[in-house]
C-alpha cells in the first residue's frame, strides 16, 4: 500500500472538501498516523509483538547497562494509553526483559534487557530500516527537520 503516501488525502479518503485547512491537516495527521502503525504493525507481527512491546524494549535498551523503573518507562512512552504492567508481563513471558526488585527500594522493581531482548531488537533493525528508507525517498532530510518541527510546534 505505499502508494497511498504519494496520493493526496483527498484522494486517499476520497473528501473533495474539508471546513478548513485546519480540519483537513487532523485528519491528514490521523490517517498517516494509523498508516504509519500498520506498516510497522507488519515488521513488529512477524516477532509478535506490538509496536508499544517496541517502545518499551527501546526504551529499556536505552537506560542500559542500568535497569529502569516501570514509572520512568511510562514517563517516555510514546503511547501513554497502554497498560505498562500488561505490556511488562508479556515481554517477560516471552523472556524479552527481567523484573528485579530494586536493592535500594523494595517497592520498586528495576527492569532489565534479557540477550534475547537485545536479539529481538538487532533483528528488527534491518526491516524498520527499510521503512525509514522509504521515508527518506519521499522527503529531504531538510523536509524531514521542517515537518518534524511543525509537529513540535502544532502541540504548542
Known amino acids: 500500500m505505499h502508494y497511498l503516501c504519494t496520493m493526496k488525502i483527498e484522494n486517499v479518503i476520497k473528501q473533495s472538501s474539508f471546513s478548513s485547512s485546519y480540519h483537513k491537516v487532523v485528519v491528514n495527521l490521523i490517517f498517516t498516523g494509523n498508516w504509519i502503525r500498520d506498516e510497522q504493525m507488519k515488521v513488529f507481527k512477524q516477532f509478535d509483538l506490538l509496536p508499544q512491546h517496541y517502545n518499551v524494549l527501546r526504551i529499556i535498551k536505552g537506560h542500559m547497562p542500568h535497569p529502569i523503573a516501570p514509572k520512568d518507562i511510562k514517563e517516555v512512552l510514546i503511547d501513554k494509553a497502554g497498560d505498562l504492567t500488561r505490556l511488562l508481563d508479556k515481554l517477560e513471558k516471552k523472556g524479552l526483559v527481567k523484573r528485579n526488585l530494586c536493592p535500594s527500594n523494595r517497592r520498586q522493581m528495576d527492569i532489565s534487557m534479557t540477550?534475547?531482548?537485545?536479539?529481538?531488537?538487532?533483528?528488527?533493525?534491518?526491516?524498520?530500516?527499510?521503512?525509514?528508507?522509504?521515508?527518506?525517498?519521499?522527503?529531504?532530510?531538510?523536509?524531514?527537520?521542517?515537518?518534524?518541527?511543525?509537529?513540535?510546534?502544532?502541540?504548542?
Open 115 to 156: 540477550d534475547k531482548g537485545l536479539k529481538i531488537l538487532e533483528q528488527l533493525q534491518g526491516p524498520l530500516q527499510i521503512f525509514t528508507d522509504m521515508i527518506q525517498n519521499n522527503l529531504s532530510k531538510d523536509q524531514a527537520e521542517n515537518l518534524s518541527d511543525l509537529l513540535d510546534q502544532l502541540r504548542g
